[in-house]
């Protein structure tokens, strides 16, 4: 026990939080639920334990649904006295935000214990292990629950999962949101900011004046950082029905950056302008000049119908390397989640639930963003603004090679469709938006093209401004043809012919080149270094299509004057140039797999580790039962693939095939050899009196090449090409007849009862069928005839203990509608369904693996399926890495079962 690290972490002159404090009650634990709504809102949930709060920090909130696994981030201990908190802990120190006791009680552990000390004592052990059973007393939470540590979430990282009992429920218990104290919201708490709820009693911050003063000041960058009520402010916008079709707010460009306390700074992401239309679960995502995004970007279009709240945003879609930085080519060339991350910043709020907010301030309209944008996913953000000094805002930006910075005036309000002069734009380096007119193909040159020829709109004139040659490879160049081939026409499109054979002192004989003419329909973005005299662009280069911009509204942006716009005023103190540098770029934080198809072309081409796959009949039903077509499979194999791949990674594999689906027919190919790509590894071996090439499933492109063929489940071997004649790990597969699942739960713990006994490790998985797999670590180390006879021990003592429903009788006519308790499957080249491998049954179920604290009646095979695995392995990880692990020493094991079972012929 120590609050050390809870006190390093905190100002005690600055916030109201306890320092200490002792339980009075000598019978009885407590526990408390904390809402906290800092940078992210989410749940504290503490126990008393060795006299402090041991304390989980929950992003969604307890649950009181079985089915639902919380993630709790384990945090520092806190002190007792922190279960009767309540009010505002402020901005800058840690954790600044607003706190609520959302729920309060007693509790004990599940297991009978008598005493307080005594209770305490098994909840320390049960920690230490890293399995907390307790039971709830509260007045919103009630019943019993299971802490429980997960692998692959960090060594902080556990599940807060309910039990089955009379207080288990579906209903969203989060909704009850006021306190049990002061019996108020979040929301009205924060309006009480000078105040602190301790001890039953309400009183005052000591820092009260100084919030006060602060919200007194004037400037509109203090507006802007200041606290607001988000009710107060909607109260100032006018009803009004959804508005339609905006054209967004324009930026105008500027030369130089500026400094300027009464403008806030954002970052200028090199990506689509969009503004979104969310209402009662309809969504419509248009490009700046009306064209719908819906389809193309649709992973942000099924986020935003989740969405329970009724707005229009503006803001940019973008595709985010690691580092951070927006990357336009990867945007144009986008069509799945494959392809990158794509991300939505949004930075402005224009309607709200029946409210037009355009002509409240920005510093409003931001304020209020804040409070209402959804920020439970990665791929919309909330688009950072600096309230800093432009000119190093500018500098930061130009050495993150950024495409530049905006500027925006704080009290601007938001005019739809103007270029404002309060929104500013500055460009670390040049770039233009210009008219496709035509295209040049030198003599003798494999190439699609040489160049495009370019030109801007003036006085409704296409003028020519030169050609680019530069920027695009051979697959850029055969799609853009594609694209170009509709449009050939013999017009010229400019207004005068161009020279594009002139030469320059670069290219004094360029070569000679035939020119195509194009209808200007298509706009590409370039990159160069300046205009000259004649309006040509000097060394320019390709960037990328854009298809959000209509043709006719290309004109030459020129730099307007800084000084025209701007009045230079007295400087701010100096920033944090390392602090604005750090929230200027934010990397994805979510890399998680999404998908690797996108849901409307039927057949599409992906290069996965280098080698490119086909994939056709996306649209071909698989699971009719369920509607889930092939695409849904190979989109589940793509994002579990970091999941999967270390139970195939160099593995044989049996390819079940199911061409037609699960009702179809299907059939088992082992031997490969002449009917798979040159890349893909196989292993020669002998089976069944034939030598055959067995698929091995080492990478994703693998994987995939397998899910192409039908290969709706993977069964890879339980040895490796390194060792074939001995297996990683030793299974015992539960095969029921007509039993309830719940026998099978039976069963299961009474295998886990035997090889506890005897100090074994063992890992539970659904099959995805019918029954269970119980795995068993055996490193490699022994023989499959070892394995097999050590399996044949185990269940040999689990049908001792249930031999009324049990057999080990191989023939099904012989079992007698008995469950199996099969030990054979551990022989050279047997296959089962390996972990989160789909299964071709109804319900397009997966086989999961289990915390054991899972496995007790209730449980179903249902529970896993397509639809929900990815979700459950972000928050359990993945629970299976120990069968990989360090194997068990079957010499000692032995020796122990004789100590506990007994000698038997078996042993």
């Known amino acids: 026990m120590s609050l050390s690290k809870y006190k390093e972490k905190r100002d005690f002159k600055k916030t109201s939080e306890p320092k200490a404090g002792k339980s009075n009650d000598d019978k009885a634990l407590h526990f408390v639920v904390q809402k ?72 004990e552990p599940i297991e009978t214990v008598k005493g307080k000390k005594a209770q305490d004592k098994l909840l320390l052990k049960q920690l230490k292990e890293g399995s907390l059973k307790i039971k709830l007393h509260g007045q919103k939470l009630n019943g019993e629950f299971a802490l429980v540590k997960t692998q692959g979430m960090g060594e902080n990282g556990w599940l807060l999962i309910k039990h089955k009992d009379d207080y288990a429920s579906a209903r969203d218990i989060t909704k009850e949101d006021k306190s049990v104290v002061s019996k108020k919201t979040i929301a009205q708490m924060e309006k009480g900011a000078k105040h602190v709820w301790k001890d039953g009693k309400d009183q005052q911050l000591k820092d009260a004046p100084e919030v006060k003063k602060k919200a007194l000041t004037k400037t509109a960058a203090e507006e802007y950082a200041t606290h607001h009520s988000v009710e107060a402010l909607l109260k100032e916008g006018e009803k009004s029905p959804l508005p339609k079709n905006l054209k967004p707010m ?59 709240v009724n707005l229009v945003i503006d803001g940019e879609i973008v595709v985010l390397k690691d580092n951070g930085q927006s990357d336009f080519g990867s945007l144009q060339n986008w069509r799945s989640e494959a392809d990158g991350h794509l991300s939505y910043y949004v930075f402005d709020l224009l309607w709200y639930e029946g409210k037009n907010l355009t002509h409240l301030t920005l510093a409003k309209r931001r304020k209020i963003l804040e409070n209402v944008i959804p920020a439970d996913d990665d791929r919309i953000r909330l688009s950072q603004v600096f309230n800093a000094k432009g000119t190093e805002f500018f500098d930061a930006a130009k050495r993150m090679g950024l495409e530049g910075i905006i500027a925006k005036k704080a ?287 080492c990478h994703e492109d693998s994987l995939l090449w397998m899910a192409s063929l039908g290969c709706i489940e993977m069964n890879p071997w339980f040895s490796r090409v390194q060792s074939p004649d001995h297996p990683d790990y030793c299974v015992i597969d539960l095969d029921p007849d007509k039993h309830h699942f719940d026998q099978v739960i039976e069963a299961a713990l009474e295998v886990k009862k035997v090889l506890d006994a005897i100090d074994v490790p063992c890992y539970p998985k659904t099959s995805g069928s019918t029954g269970m797999h119980i795995y068993i670590p055996m490193g490699a180390k022994y023989t499959y005839e070892q394995s097999q006879l050590f399996a044949r021990i185990v269940v040999g003592h689990v049908h001792d203990q249930i031999p009324d429903f049990t057999t080990l009788e191989r023939s099904i006519k012989k079992r007698e509608g008995r469950m199996y308790l099969d030990f054979l499957q551990n022989r050279p080249g047997a296959t089962i369904a390996g972990p989160y491998s789909l299964r071709p049954k109804p319900g397009a179920t997966v086989s999961m693996p289990l915390h054991w604290e899972e496995v007790k009646p209730g449980l179903k095979m249902t529970d896993f399926h397509i639809f929900n695995a990815i979700d459950r392995l972000k928050e359990t990880g993945d629970l299976f890495k120990g069968v990989l692990g360090k194997g068990i020493d079957l010499e000692k094991v032995l020796k122990k079962a004789r100590s506990v079972f007994g000698a038997s012929n078996e042993t």
């Open 250 to 308: 324009l930026a105008t460009l500027v030369d130089k950056p500026f400094d300027d306390p009464d403008w806030l700074y954002e970052v200028k992401w090199d990506g689509y302008r969009a503004v979104s239309y969310v209402n009662k679960g309809g969504v419509e995502i248009q490009s700046r000049n009306n064209k719908s995004f819906n389809d193309k970007y649709y992973p942000l279009r099924k986020l935003m119908e989740k969405w329970a």
């Open 411 to 697: 009290d601007s309000t938001y005019t739809p469709g103007l270029h404002s002069k309060e929104w500013l734009k500055i460009k670390v380096n040049k770039r233009q938006e210009v008219v496709i007119g035509g295209f040049t193909r030198n003599e003798g040159t494999a190439k699609k093209f040489s160049s495009l020829l370019l030109g801007v709109y003036e006085n409704g004139k296409l003028q020519y401004t030169g050609k680019v040659g530069t920027g695009f490879n051979d697959k850029m160049q055969t799609e853009m043809m594609e694209q170009f081939k509709p449009l050939m026409t013999d017009k010229v499109p400019f207004m005068n012919e161009p020279d594009y054979n002139k030469p320059s002192r670069f290219r004094p004989n360029p070569p000679n080149a035939k020119a195509y003419w194009l209808k200007p329909e298509l706009v590409c973005e370039i990159s160069f270094a300046e205009v000259t005299s004649d309006g040509v662009f000097r060394h320019p280069s390709f960037e990328g299509m854009r298809a959000d911009k209509k043709a006719r509204d290309v004109v030459r942006e020129a730099e307007t004057s800084t000084e025209q716009l701007i009045e230079e005023t007295h400087d701010e103190p100096e920033t944090n140039q390392k602090q604005t540098r750090k929230k200027m770029l934010s990397a994805p934080k979510d890399k998680d797999r999404r998908t690797l198809l996108n849901p409307n072309e039927e057949t599409q081409v992906r290069k996965l580790n280098g080698h490119e796959l086909k994939f056709t009949h996306l649209s071909k039903v698989y699971w009719p039962e369920d509607n889930v077509t092939k695409r849904d499979m190979f989109n589940y194999y793509y994002q579990v693939a970091e999941y999967i791949l270390p139970y195939l990674k160099d593995r044989p594999q049996s390819l079940n095939r199911f061409p037609d689906g699960i009702h179809g027919s299907s059939f088992y190919q082992k031997d490969v050899k002449d009917k798979s790509p040159e890349w893909l590894d196989t292993f020669p071996y002998t089976s069944d009196g034939e030598h055959k090439e067995f698929a091995v499933a």
């Open 36 to 107: 906290h709504d800092a940078t992210r809102l989410h749940y504290d949930f503490r126990l008393e334990m060795e006299g402090v709060l041991k304390s989980w920090a929950v992003p969604k909130g307890p649950s009181v649904n079985p089915k639902d696994k919380r993630l709790a981030m384990m945090v520092e201990d806190h002190p007792y006295d922190y279960k009767d908190f309540e009010g505002i802990i402020p901005k800058g120190e840690y954790g600044g935000g607003t706190v609520i006791v959302w729920d309060e009680g007693t509790y």
